[in-house]
């Protein structure tokens, strides 16, 4: 099982984190919250939605919802419930800032991806949790953990590009390939980055628990975690392989229904796991779906042009 001792962090990690203040937002992302009437009927509407759709804005929302400032009875573990609580507070807090506010522009595949690894992982973490009821798990808690799950990545995609675009580089197929190759680069890898780094910024703990644990497939057969963990790393991990299929695979939509059938099941599924959160039927039949809202959400971003939509 996964640890993290503060004091036995790679030098290199610790470096990282001291620099490290807040995540860039897209350009796009930025404007649209500058232009935003927090007097509006529809401003809640579309703080959600767009906060749903960048990974470092929802960090930010979190940020702010569990803040002294706020003191939330409870934690703040959902983004609904992040944005019902800061309201325009979010709008004055980069107001306040924009004039160092980092923005950060994806430029290469490589980097476009990550929002759509993003992006997919929490989608399809949603459309999981609503149809496996056996596992009882919050959709709305799925899709927040699903979006921040390999915040890592992105910090070290804005911290150390070169060395990531290397490292992509290798062409890894397979999360578990990925996370080997950064530990080999790094000394640490993009899961405990993204968990000290929320420790940092004072996200929740069941939330970073999450992210610190999101390739311990394991988890929901070990004693020492509590059952509802091990349910909702079940539903993020079969979201992550879902994701990292249709951005390996694109070409999936082309595949006879027995071919897309195999590769589901070479790719979407763990044999450490208790039990799958979904089928491979259940999943092809979800793929349209996460694929659609996220070519969607790209486009909203400004990561991919209106007319890739069909």
Known sequence: MPHSNPSALPDTLQQLLERLHTLPLLPSVLARLMA??????????????????????????????????????????TLNQAVSR????????????RSVFPTFVPSSPAERGLWQNSLQTAIAARLIAKQSRHLNVNPDQAYCAGL??????????????????RLEARGW????????????????????????????WNIPQPLRKLVKLH??????????????????????????????????????PSL?????????????????WQRAALTELQIAQLLPQIQSRTERAMVNLALRPAGDLV
Request: charged fraction near 20%.
């Open 36 to 77: 935003m009437d927090a007097d509006s009927d529809a401003f809640f509407r579309n703080l959600l939605l767009l906060t749903e759709q960048d990974p470092s804005l929802a960090l930010l929302a979190l940020r702010l919802a569990n803040s002294a400032h706020s003191a939330p009875s409870a934690p703040v573990l």
């Open 86 to 97: 800061i309201g325009g507070r979010i709008i004055a807090e980069l107001m306040a800032s």
């Open 148 to 165: 921040l799950l390999n915040i890592g990545r992105l910090i070290l995609f804005e911290s150390q590009p070169a060395e990531l675009t």
């Open 173 to 200: 197929q397979v999360p578990q390939r990925l996370v080997l190759d950064e530990r080999e680069q790094f000394g640490f890898d993009h899961a405990m980055l993204g968990h000290q780094a929320m420790k940092r």
């Open 215 to 252: 390739y311990y497939y394991g988890a929901s057969r070990d004693t020492r975690i509590p059952p509802q963990t091990g349910a909702m790393l079940t539903v993020l991990q079969q979201a992550e392989l879902i994701s990292v299929m249709l951005l390996k695979v694109p070409h999936w």
């Open 256 to 272: 006879s229904a027995g071919e897309l059938n195999d590769l589901i099941i070479q790719r979407c599924f763990h044999s450490k």
